[in-house]
């Protein structure tokens, strides 16, 4: 069965124009092409549920930010990958912290497209490294919120995270905790199975869903 995908997106050109090339795409199909969010809804209210949303950030009404946090809240099975002209770290930040499972600029080539929606659906999440590279290292681990006690971390655990959020190597990281790298790879693993990610990228980007860490100002 084709995954069902709905365009959300305020140029009518780029939204028909994009909705032609995913469904050349195998397995994938374009169910709702939308103008902006308070369309998307209109769909959705009358029992249109499509599996994936392919969300502009910049919208005349309800926007991406606000479209995202809304399907967030009560349409959670809903993956939702956003789109925009600018790779600017605050929104993409805002939009992870919405919701967002990818963010793709819409210079993209089709193979990143593709490759966008592939790992959406199989891994839950598209960010490409150069993107996460970018925005670890804006990350401020001092300003903390995040919700610890949710995910049950050590002391210990909270500390590595801090640390695998940055482009610190496991390596250095070893070093500045005192501990061997085997012990390393054991928090690594422990947040890995706490967190249900699969990878540093996604440890990262779940960190900034989850709001542990914030833009530097």
Same mark, same amino acid.
């Given at each position: ?61 309800? @926007? ?36 967002? !499972? ?6 993209? !080539? ?5 490759? =966008? ?24 681990? =001092? ?23 940055? @482009?610190?190597?496991? =390596? ?34 779940? =960190? ?10």
């Amino acid at each position: 069965m084709k995954t069902s995908i709905a365009i959300v997106d305020d140029h009518r050109l780029f939204a028909y124009s994009l909705s032609d090339l995913v469904q050349k795409f195998d397995n994938y199909e374009v169910t709702i092409v939308a103008e902006h969010g308070r369309d998307l809804l209109k769909y959705l209210n009358r029992g249109d549920r499509p599996q994936l949303v392919l969300l502009d950030v910049h919208m005349p009404e309800m @926007d991406g930010f606000t479209t995202a946090a809304y399907l967030k809240q009560n349409f959670p099975d809903i993956k939702v990958i956003a789109l925009s002209m600018m790779d600017q770290e605050d929104h993409v930040v805002r939009m992870v912290q919405s919701g967002a !499972r990818g963010y793709l600029l819409k210079i993209c !080539r089709p193979a990143e497209l593709r490759q =966008a929606l592939d790992d959406v659906c199989t891994k839950g999440y598209h960010y490409s490294a150069s993107l996460t590279e970018r925005l670890v290292k804006v990350l401020d681990p =001092a300003k903390n919120d995040a919700p610890t006690a949710y995910f049950k971390f050590s002391g210990r655990e909270h500390e590595f995270l801090k640390m695998a959020c940055s @482009d610190l190597t496991y =390596a250095q990281i070893a070093d500045k905790m005192c501990v061997s790298p085997r012990t390393v790879d054991g928090y690594r693993e422990s947040l890995f199975e706490k967190m249900n990610v699969k990878s540093r990228v996604g440890m990262a980007i779940a =960190a900034i869903r989850w709001g542990f860490f914030k833009l530097q100002k």
